[in-house]
């Protein structure tokens, strides 16, 4: 089945760094990626989708200059958090959609997440 | 807009126990209707997914049937495992293919 891979699995930095976490589906093409945040005890919540070789669309809230999203090939979409601070710890998640799709559904697929902790 | 409940936890069941897990959503048109688990420390899995009403989707011993009429997806299993620990999201995806996600339930079966 398809695979979508993070890169860190978790990582921990220091407040006023930037932190990069990198999105791949690894034997399929996605022309689009999407961005999720969820917080402890709470459901998934949209952040921003991903075209290859556009600009991301973000979701009401997301601040689009600290929450970077590059999405330079169809099998990676990179997430950058500027600036990071602690409010911006959480499990960052992204999955990715199918090029083609059957009978007109495209399939998500996750990826396993990305902790971040902002000291 | 599109909106998704599910029915607050933690469940907690013992071994071999029945599941129910209630969803009920909020879309305009049709929507697709999908349950994604997710185990401590993980990703979401897709577990299963129903497109048109009336259908029922099932793996790993779980189902779901889509319910136009009652606008429900109830994920239910006849007998738990403790390896089914994990949890429970349902989801729908609607318009310009954005997924909806609800608040999840977190399901503890115990020996």
């Known amino acids: 089945g398809a695979v979508v891979s993070q890169h860190p699995s978790w990582v921990i930095c220091k407040s006023g760094t930037s932190v990069k976490i990198e999105c791949r589906s690894l034997d399929f093409q996605a022309t689009t990626m999407f961005w999720y945040r969820q917080f402890p005890k709470q459901s998934l919540m949209l952040m921003a989708t991903s075209n290859e070789g556009s600009k991301a669309t973000y979701e009401q809230g997301v601040e689009k200059d600290k929450f970077l999203i590059n999405h330079a090939s169809l099998t990676l979409s990179t997430l950058t958090v500027t600036s990071a601070h602690p409010e911006d710890s959480s499990f960052y998640i992204c999955s990715a959609r199918e090029i083609a799709g059957t009978g007109g559904f495209y399939e998500q697929y996750f990826g396993p997440g990305t902790r971040l902790t902002v000291t | 807009g599109n909106s998704v409940t599910q029915m607050e936890g933690p469940v907690t069941l013992s071994e071999e126990a029945f599941l129910t897990i209630n969803c009920t959503y909020t879309?305009?048109?049709?929507?697709?209707l999908f349950w994604y688990v997710q185990y401590p420390g993980e990703g979401l899995q897709l577990l299963l997914k129903a497109t048109k009403a009336d259908d029922k989707g099932s793996n790993k011993g779980f189902e779901a049937t889509y319910r136009k009429e009652t606008t429900s997806f109830h994920l239910e299993k006849g007998s738990v495992q403790v390896s089914d620990s994990a949890v429970y999201f349902c989801?729908?995806?609607?318009?310009?293919?954005?997924?909806?996600f609800g608040t999840g339930t977190k399901l503890q079966v115990i020996p």
């Open positions: 879309a305009t048109g049709y929507p697709s």
């Open positions: 989801a729908l995806k609607g318009g310009y293919q954005k997924v909806t």
